[in-house]
């Protein structure tokens, strides 16, 4: 059973904290990581995506690959009220083809 | 650029009815997605189109769920009877590729009664 896990919060953080969201995934071929940002009663929309291990850094949004651990991270800096929402870890598995498949998601409250 | 498409946005049926879902994706996207999102969990893959052919159906009940791509364009998603445990939020997703980042439509809630 090809798995993608997070800790389902929720976090909290205060206004202007680095929030740290974590994902771990069982294929080690994984290619491609996602992060997707979902509101509640909304649908899931991409924040950022990476493929090579390392930190790959958007504005405020700071996603981090370690293959050899299987292990993705999502920081959030100067963080925001508006940046409640689950976040979605999302990996891109190999079976002869590319599918995507989603951890359970951590709820970010942020607290003004 | 147009989103994906879909409806209805809501469906309310009683247990053992069927209903049909539709989906339009962003032109020019092959690979077309649909996921069932039980409140409180992640997205969970039922079926996945490559152009108009199934790639992954794994997870897709089949004694009760059908999908069809015509022409590789627009979807729907059959439930065929319906039952309690199927209320959730239906999810239409499309991408250039299956290696590309996914785009969601706003999705169907489903409530089964």
């Known amino acids: 059973q090809k798995e993608v896990e997070q800790n389902s919060g929720p976090l909290s953080v205060p206004e202007g904290a680095i929030a740290s969201l974590n994902c771990t995934y069982s294929d080690r071929g994984s290619q491609s990581f996602f992060w997707y940002r979902q509101y509640s009663g909304k649908s899931p929309e991409l924040i950022m995506f990476i493929y090579s291990n390392g930190d790959k850094e958007d504005g405020r949004f700071t996603a981090q690959l370690n293959k050899a651990s299987q292990y993705v991270s999502l920081l959030i800096r100067d963080s925001q009220p508006s940046d409640s929402a689950t976040y979605l870890c999302?990996?891109?598995?190999?079976?002869?083809?590319?599918?995507?498949?989603f951890g359970k998601g951590t709820m970010l409250l942020v607290s003004p | 650029e147009a989103g994906v498409a879909q409806s209805p946005r809501y469906k309310i049926i009683e247990k053992r009815q069927s209903v049909a879902f539709w989906c339009n994706p962003i032109s020019g996207h092959a690979t077309l997605y649909w996921y069932q999102q039980i409140l409180g969990q992640g997205p969970k893959l039922l079926i996945q189109?490559?152009?108009?052919?199934?790639?992954?159906d794994s997870q897709l009940p089949k004694d009760r769920f059908s999908a069809e791509r015509l022409k590789g364009v627009d979807s729907t998603l059959k439930i065929q009877p319906a039952k309690l445990e199927d209320s959730a939020v239906y999810l239409c997703a499309s991408s250039q590729s299956s290696s590309s980042p996914l785009h969601f439509g706003n999705g169907t809630r489903l409530t089964v009664t």
């Open positions: 999302a990996v891109n598995m190999n079976s002869g083809y590319s599918t995507l498949t």
């Open positions: 189109f490559q152009n108009n052919g199934v790639v992954d």
